[in-house]
């Protein structure tokens, strides 16, 4: 059984490994987003973060999108210009205030969305399978208080 180091022991400690570790394995992740992705658009990771929000929780206004992404609404307009631009997101009339829009993803959208999360899911769950039983229930039991690390 590995021992936990000395320095992980103070909430600083764990602060500064949690960052390192979070760090790596998300530009990781960001590798693997684009590996094999020829002809596809080249999209920011928070142009995909928005269409992956859109996809996963369906339409929304321009001001929830940026709420839900917890940016600032002049970024999310860039955004949503850039995803318009390349066909992966509509712009539709909101259905009770003319004022407003509702973004929804297209078939393109989808499809991009689905293949990104695919290469993704497919080199963690292959490094997933290289821990122990008992890492791979740690890592378990630590995701739920990633998640919420990470809506704070």
Same mark, same amino acid.
């Not at 103070?10 to 390192?20: F, H, K, N, Y």
């Given at each position: 059984m590995k021992t936990t180091h000395p320095e992980h022991r &103070?909430?600083? /400690?764990?602060?500064?490994?949690?960052?390192?570790s979070v760090s790596r !394995? #998300?530009?990781?992740?960001?590798?693997?987003?684009?590996? &094999?992705?020829? /002809?596809?658009?080249?999209?920011?990771?928070?142009?995909?973060?928005? !269409? #992956?929000?859109?996809?996963r929780h369906g339409a929304m206004t321009p001001g929830e999108l940026a709420d839900h992404e917890k940016v600032q609404p002049p970024s999310m307009t860039r955004v949503i210009s850039a995803l318009v631009d390349s066909q992966l997101v509509r712009r539709e009339p909101h259905p009770s205030d003319r004022r407003q829009v509702v973004l929804t993803v297209t078939g393109s959208g989808r499809e991009l969305v689905n293949k990104a999360r695919q290469r993704r899911d497919a080199w963690l769950a292959k490094r997933l399978k290289e821990l122990t039983p008992a890492e791979r229930a740690t890592l378990r039991a630590a995701a739920p208080i990633l998640e919420k690390l990470s809506q704070s």
């Open positions: &103070s909430d600083a /400690g764990l602060a500064t490994a949690l960052r390192i !394995l #998300a530009r990781r992740l960001r590798v693997e987003r684009t590996a &094999s992705a020829l /002809g596809e658009p080249d999209l920011s990771e928070t142009q995909l973060a928005a !269409l #992956a929000a859109l996809e």
